[in-house]
Structures are given as C-alpha cells and as structure tokens.
Nanobody, 123 residues
Framework: QVQLVESGGGLVQAGGSLRLSCAAS????????MGWFHQAPGKEREFVAA????????YYTDSVKGRFTISRDNAKNTVYLQMNMLKPGDTAVYYC????????????????WGKGTLVTVSS
C-alpha cells in the first residue's frame, strides 16, 4: 500500500510558477512509476506528466511540454512537478498517482492516488 500526499498548490497569476510535491509512504517508492494528473471543474481527470521508477524516462501531455518538469527523489520518497509559465487553463485540482507497472501514464493504470491539491491561475 502506498499513501500519497500532495502539497504546493495555491493561487498564482498567469505567467507565474508553482512547485507541487507529493510525499509517499512506504519502503518501495522507488519501484513505482509516478504520475501527475489534473481535473478541472466539470471535466474528466487528465494526464499531465509521469516519470519512470528511476527517473530515466519522463512523459508529458502536449499542453505542458516546455513549461512543466516532473522529477523525483527516491531517497526522500517524493515526486515533484515544477510548473512554469502557468496559464488560466492550468487551473485544476492536481493529483499525484503511483503505478506498479513501468512507464505507464494513463489513469486506469495507476494503483494509488492522493487527494489532490488545488492550483488556481488568475488572468
């Protein structure tokens, strides 16, 4: 079992930056693919970024490429999402997720989820 707790959300102006963190419990954090998803009001949960167990492979949805960076620190059981050049369209609840399978990045493949952190980008 893995428990995930997100932090770092908040209100930011367009063009600004935020860094989300996701702290994981458990001794096998390094074995999991980690992902970030977001869900805007009235919309389905969507993939944002994912990172393989050792950080060697990263995946991004097209809308965030060049603006967001996912990283992980297995010694700290933490995955990060650095979000730069934020846009109002990035406003959503951001969820951290963990998958037992290697290098997956769809919601259905994720085995564990955090409760989310709200990111609001004002124009």
């Amino acid at each position: 079992q893995v428990q995930l707790v997100e932090s770092g959300g908040g209100l930011v102006q367009a063009g600004g930056s935020l860094r989300l963190s996701c702290a994981a419990s458990g001794r096998t954090f390094s074995a999991y693919t980690m992902g970030w998803f977001h869900q805007a009001p009235g919309k389905e949960r969507e993939f944002v970024a994912a990172i393989s167990w050792n950080g060697g492979r990263t995946y991004y949805t097209d809308s965030v490429k060049g603006r967001f960076t996912i990283s992980r620190d297995n010694a700290k059981n933490t995955v990060y999402l650095q979000m730069n050049m934020l846009k109002p369209g990035d406003t959503a609840v951001y969820y951290c997720a963990a998958a037992r399978l290697d290098s997956v990045y769809t919601a259905i493949d994720m085995d564990f989820w955090g409760k989310g952190t709200l990111v609001t980008v004002s124009s």
